[in-house]
């Protein structure tokens, strides 16, 4: 799946693209709305974007898993080598799942209060008014949903989350 970022000027422009988003096939759970005033777009039924589509709490997750595995690891090995007389295999994997899963713990913790980069940069312009969708399509039909969206409506500006991008959102000490 690839995601796709539309900031739309305004309400109206937004539910006619929602609307043709899901004649191509695109369902609810693919679309989130985010905006200033996103109230009447929800009463069309058009999801509100979440903390999962607008903080980096999942790569955050995901690095916090890493890094805690990592660790544990590390940390049951100088337990068996401190306590001689202890199961290096059961020790070792009991620090690792702990280590993994309070990495996660705090770096969600951490990643909630990370703006995912593209939200970030649209900010200005979410607090003028504009509306962001963010949709998550098939990689193989992306441009199909880009061209489309560009014919009928040369306002919307289209972007999407590069590899570039989500090194640049890593913040300090991950």
Known sequence: MQRLYFLIPDKET????????????????ELHVMGKDWRPLEKEGVPVATLIQTSDVV??????AIAGAVLGLILGL?????????????????MIVFGALF???????VGVSVRDVKVGKYDKAIKR???LLIIDVPEAREEEFRNTIKRH???VIIDKISTKDQKQNVPEGH
């Open 153 to 155: 409506h040369p306002e």
């Open 14 to 29: 937004t539910s006619v693209v929602v609307d043709e988003l899901h004649s191509m096939g695109l369902t609810k759970d």
């Open 129 to 131: 008014g504009s509306m």
């Open 59 to 64: 790569n955050a997750s995901k690095r916090g």
């Open 78 to 94: 100088i337990a068996h080598y401190i306590i001689l007389d202890t199961n290096i295999v059961w020790i070792t994997l009991g």
């Open 103 to 109: 990495g996660v713990f705090a770096s969600t913790l």
